[in-house]
């Protein structure tokens, strides 16, 4: 396609006019598409109806130790649930607590765990601090943000590239400033650019040295297994390697769960940390809970068995929404390549990816979207206090709608791209 901001004003208003009839004929379609969020597709869950299977009124509920997963107990986890999250994440058991069904309440509680109690190796809790600031790279996971700003902290902005956050900037704020308490990480297939963080990246967290005694790094490796294709996927440095090297274990808290991989409602959630980490979780969570569902635990570790096993069934899903990516790929390829009006990401797992349209442009967009009957996520969502500083980027959720409906979404946003920016153009 030619280039929009090449053409003159009488050839951008013709083609304004073009648009606009186009943009009216799909609006007349009464369309009711969603893609706001990354949700799994039925197909996808149901390729894990059989794990309800795995326990039911005539199975043993007895645990390898013999612990009845009907009752009270073990705080942390079951034991074969717990070697299983390690297995999974490539740590020691010891180093894993299992949860409910979410990783997201249990980063939220984490961090109001290190408000109001503190962390190991902390003077004071974080609450009796004063000022907190907290880093986010952006394009970021909208709802960490929204935990930071919930609980009162200020969020520093810190740019994304393809190997990661900039860790110039990293460096240097932590070192200077005892008053940023954490950064927000998702190291693999970030949300929602699709970015894995490079070996040297994850070297680098683990050798920072931050000025607060009670920093920590919040790793949300929720897309970990997430490959688009599973014999050609780009690895992820174990972040716990890197910081045994450099003495750092203390550093990291690393999440993940099966909400993507058994059921988003009712998976099973886990945090890894150092061992010292650990048992100070588990000490304060000891007045908070007496722990997870041990019944949901032992139906995905019979289910899943072990991390060869979980590969095999994360190769089938990744057969059912590849395809989803590939054709937004293509439509956008096809409808706005060459327009010099968006930019999107072409990431290799996860569940999002990532498009820059014009300054100025990204409410107007997600405007006519909505106005033509197709949901996205709010422009700015991306960003902390929904606030996108150059109002250009937009999160794209192909994971849930059927093929056939993301060729009509797609379509829709690509048309809605173009009025957008012929708007922009022809203002200016």
């Known amino acids: 396609m030619q280039s929009l901001q090449e053409m003159g004003a009488e050839e951008l208003a013709s083609l304004k ?3 606009q009839e ?3 004929a799909q609006k007349a379609k009464g369309l009711k598409l969603d893609m706001s969020r990354g949700k799994p597709a039925p197909d996808l869950l149901d390729r894990s109806m059989a794990l ?24 942390d986890g079951l034991g074969e649930a717990k070697a299983f999250f390690a297995d999974l994440l490539e740590v020691k058991p010891e180093q894993v607590i299992v949860g409910g069904n979410s990783s997201l309440n249990m980063m939220y509680d984490s961090i109001v765990r290190a408000l109001l109690l503190g962390v190991y190796g902390g003077s004071k809790p974080w609450g009796q601090q004063g000022k907190l600031r907290f880093l986010c790279p952006v394009p970021g996971y909208d709802r960490h943000f929204a935990i930071t700003e919930q609980l009162g902290f200020e969020m520093i ?8 956050p900039d860790m110039d900037t990293v460096e240097r704020l932590t070192a200077a400033d005892p008053s940023i308490k954490g950064i927000w990480c ?7 650019n699709g970015v894995v963080y490079s ?31 599973p014999h050609n996927a780009p690895p992820l440095l174990n972040i716990f390697d890197a910081c045994r090297e450099e003495g750092t274990l203390d550093l990291v808290y690393e999440f993940a769960s099966t909400s993507k991989i058994s059921f988003a409602g009712a998976g099973v959630a ?34 899943y068995r072990d991390r060869a096993h979980v590969l095999r069934h994360m190769a089938e899903l990744s057969g059912l929404i590849r395809p989803k990516f590939e054709l937004v790929g293509r439509i956008f390829a096809e409808e706005l390549e060459g327009a010099g009006i968006a930019s999107w990401t072409k990431p290799l797992g996860g569940y999002f990816l990532s498009v820059d349209v014009l300054d100025g442009c990204a409410k107007r967009v997600v405007e006519l979207c909505k106005e033509a009957g197709v949901t996205l996520t709010a422009a700015g969502a991306s960003y902390p206090y929904g606030r996108d500083p150059r109002d250009r980027n937009i999160r794209i959720a192909p994971s ?14 690509c048309l809605c791209v173009k009025l957008a920016a012929a708007e922009k153009l022809l203002a200016e």
């Not at 048992?279 to 289910?303: E, P, W, Y």
């Not at 849930?400 to 946003?413: D, K, Q, R, S, V």
């Open 22 to 24: 186009e943009y009216q």
């Open 270 to 303: 886990a945090m890894a940390a150092s061992e010292n980490n650990a048992a100070l979780l588990c000490r304060q969570m000891s007045i908070q809970t007496i722990g997870g569902d041990k019944v949901n635990q032992l139906r995905h570790v019979r289910f």
């Open 400 to 413: 849930y709608p059927t093929l056939e409906e993301l060729e009509t979404a797609a379509g829709l946003f």
């Open 17 to 19: 006019r073009q648009l």
């Open 157 to 164: 902005n810190i740019d994304m590239d393809e190997n990661g």
């Open 199 to 229: 070996d040297e990246t994850v070297r680098r967290f683990a050798r920072l040295r931050p000025a607060a005694d009670d920093f920590r790094i919040f790793w949300d490796n929720a897309y970990g297994l997430h490959d688009f294709d």
């Open 186 to 192: 998702v190291p693999k297939y970030a949300n929602p």
């Open 52 to 75: 309800l299977d795995t326990v039911n009124a005539k199975s043993d509920l007895c645990a390898a130790d013999g612990t009845d997963t009907r009752n009270y107990g073990l705080l």
